[in-house]
């Protein structure tokens, strides 16, 4: 059974409009760690946002937030004012209790219309 | 902040020769590291996980013999593509977490810039 699920292949959005990423995750673990990482052609993964699963509030890092919803096990990432440069590959990823590796999902391909 | 230096960032070789991936911490001590394999348009794949001094932790359906893996200091791993073949062309990228931490802010990985391989 997929660990991290992003249900979106791919998405358009118009530029400045704000953007919702899906991910849902499955752990038995309490402790967990959830990532959103942004992949631009490149190839170089950039870390994004954090959020840990005993974190009572909901992560933010400038226009990244992620709506954490525990008991949904969803960590969803939202992209406030989308810009031109925010079109990517995005991963969501998981890494659970003492296990330093990280797990991602499929990724979802942003594209932002002008 | 925290850098993963990764090289080379592209390499072409022939079919049967080896290819060395290196992967480096450059202000950190990285006692664990790992290492993906990602395909064109698909996701990370978690190859195995380096451990400085011992053997590495390969996934499952990942050959040992194939990939091999030697994490001989804190600050360096590398992967070698043994005998490559045109069907381990792909994308490589390695991260690092620092093994010493920063209390409990320090929580990303840290990737290297990937390496293009291309067996030919």
């Known amino acids: 059974a997929q660990k991290i699920t992003q249900t979106q292949p791919g998405m358009f959005v118009q530029e400045k409009e704000a953007v919702t990423l899906d991910c849902t995750y499955d752990t038995s673990d309490p402790s967990y760690g959830l990532f959103w990482y942004k992949q631009p052609s490149s190839g170089e993964m950039i870390f994004l946002i954090y959020q840990g699963s005993y974190d009572q509030q909901n992560a933010t890092e400038g226009r990244y937030s992620l709506n954490f919803q525990k008991a949904r096990k969803s960590a969803n990432l939202v992209i406030s004012a989308s810009q031109l440069g925010d079109s990517a590959m995005y991963f969501c990823?998981?890494?659970?209790?003492?296990?330093?590796?990280?797990?991602f999902g499929k990724g979802t391909r942003l594209h932002i219309l002008p | 902040g925290a850098v993963v230096s990764q090289h080379p960032s592209r390499v072409i070789c022939k079919s049967g020769t080896s290819v060395k991936i290196e992967c480096r911490s450059l202000?950190?001590?990285?006692?664990?590291m790992f290492w993906y394999r990602q395909f064109p348009k698909q996701s990370l794949m978690l190859m195995a996980t380096?451990?400085?001094?011992?053997?590495?932790?390969?996934e499952q359906g990942v050959e040992k013999d194939k990939f091999l893996i030697n994490h001989a200091s804190l600050t360096l791993s590398t992967l070698t593509v043994t005998s490559a073949h045109p069907e381990d062309s792909s994308f490589y990228i390695c991260s690092a977490r620092d093994g010493l931490g920063q209390g409990t802010s320090n929580t990303e990985a840290f990737f290297g810039q990937g390496t293009r391989l291309t067996v030919v």
């Open positions: 202000d950190f001590q990285a006692t664990t």
């Open positions: 380096s451990n400085e001094g011992s053997k590495a932790t390969y």
């Open positions: 990823a998981m890494r659970e209790g003492d296990d330093d590796k990280i797990i």
